[in-house]
């Protein structure tokens, strides 16, 4: 195994793992401070998660959402990309084991290291619903999607009795969050609006798309008066929510829910499901703690201190969602002001100062897209929906998009979506060429 150690000849050698949020903002903070900087990362691009939902449903392309990690920091001197997956960390010797593209192992040195791995989809012990129950959390997932949503389409046009093509255009959306909410809207419009008139044998607009949430309303994170006003448009535009239910099993022809109160066993013919229920650290955060010797946090998160530090490992900080601190939300945002901070004590600390000064969130809000001009935004005592929350929504997801091409691009494409209600961004694909090649 090779070793690169270019902070132990030099200049404090800081690790970054993961380049969404709170990687990139560490490494960013970190540009004018005397250090080498490296960035660990499993794939080629940053990825602006909050619009993964968009891509899915063919609104936008995976390029509009995804900027390459080597051009965000190509201005960066002291900043360099390792594309590989972290598997180990031995903090004694202070290295990091990853895995590269082609299997091949290397050990990296770090003097620094900050984890900001992320979370993955979780499925609360049963995997099995992963096999039919696509999750929301990666560019994979999205297409996905994409191509479960448009191939549903195109079967149920091919098939003459009325009765078969129901589970066909029946969409199963488990999770009343924002992602939920934002998926069943969007699979809405997508039937309503962008397909209309495309097919001869079908109806697009009869396509039903069921939403199922645990609690006793959607959107439980917004205030009671804005998560009305999203059951509301729901409502409106055809999304049949059921509340207090459990999705217990999905199969390929059905899912079935589980009633709260009553324990009630619904199962509802439906040939696409998508889940949006909750998220787990991934198995890096795992290695990570019981190398630490500490006990991971809900949802196998990494507790950490006031500095966002690990308890006697100084050197060593976890941001994002796959951290715990005082219980702040796995939102972009968090991610974010974590990543600065961190870079931010590392700077100071290497410039010789000796304190580290503890993690203050700054919460700017929440926001979710319900239907077509209509969206939520929360932040403090503003609370904006319909017209006005959409324009606000839309303005901050452009100010968080990375890389001046991709706000653009994107302004255009829903400019031109909101004139023509098209979306071009229908392709699917089957994953690699030697499954393409197979006949169905």
Not at 37 to 43: K, P
Not at 59 to 66: F, N, R
Not at 229 to 256: C, K, M, S
Not at 355 to 379: K, N, W
């Amino acid at each position: 195994m090779r070793s690169t150690d270019p902070g132990r000849v030099g200049r404090p050698h800081v690790v970054i793992i993961g380049a969404g949020f709170g990687g990139i903002n560490a490494a960013r903070r970190l540009r004018d401070a005397d250090v080498s900087v490296t960035v660990i990362d499993r794939g080629t691009s940053h990825l602006f998660q909050p619009l993964l939902y968009q891509c899915a449903t063919g609104a936008l392309s995976e390029g509009s959402i995804s900027t390459p990690i080597r051009h965000l920091l190509r201005r960066q001197r002291n900043a360099e990309v390792y594309c590989a997956e972290a598997t180990g960390i031995d903090p004694v010797a202070r290295t990091v084991t990853v895995t590269r593209m082609d299997s091949s192992v290397a050990e990296v040195g770090y003097d620094y290291l900050v984890v900001a791995a992320g979370m993955r989809t979780s499925y609360h012990g049963n995997e099995h619903l992963m096999d039919h129950a696509i999750g929301m959390k990666t560019l994979d997932d999205a297409l996905a999607i994409r191509r479960k949503i448009f191939a549903a389409f195109e079967v149920a046009e091919t098939l003459s009795d009325p009765e078969a093509r129901k589970p066909w255009l029946t969409f199963a959306v488990a999770g009343g969050g924002p992602t939920g909410v934002e998926l069943a809207g969007q699979i809405r419009e997508l039937a309503t609006l962008a397909l209309e008139r495309e097919f001869r044998s079908i109806d697009p607009a009869e396509a039903r798309v069921l939403l199922f949430h645990g609690a006793d309303r959607v959107l439980p994170s917004f205030s009671e008066t804005l998560s009305a006003r999203a059951r509301e448009t729901l409502d409106a535009i055809g999304v049949e929510t059921h509340l207090g239910v459990h999705v217990t099993d999905v199969t390929a022809e059905a899912v079935q829910t589980t009633d709260k109160a009553t324990g009630t066993v619904t199962t509802y013919p439906a040939r696409t499901t998508l889940w949006t229920t909750g998220v787990e650290a991934v198995p890096f955060a795992g290695t990570l703690a019981t190398a630490l010797g500490v006990d991971q946090a809900r949802g196998g998160t990494i507790p950490v201190g006031d500095d966002l530090s690990v308890d006697g490992h100084p050197e060593i900080f976890v941001v994002g969602d796959m951290s715990s601190h005082r219980g702040l939300p796995g939102v972009a945002e968090v991610a974010m002001q974590g990543g600065r901070h961190a870079g931010a004590v590392i700077a100071g600390l290497v410039a010789g100062g000796a304190d580290r000064p503890g993690f203050r969130y700054r919460d700017l809000g929440s926001a979710a897209y319900i239907a077509r001009r209509h969206a939520l935004l929360e932040a403090g005592r503003v609370r904006l929906s319909g017209r006005m929350g959409w324009l606000a929504w839309g303005a901050i997801h452009i100010a968080f998009l990375a890389g001046v091409r991709n706000r653009a691009g994107t302004v255009l494409v829903w400019a031109t979506s909101l004139m023509t209600d098209t979306r071009r961004e229908r392709a699917i694909t089957y994953g690699d060429p030697q499954t393409a090649r197979k006949s169905f």
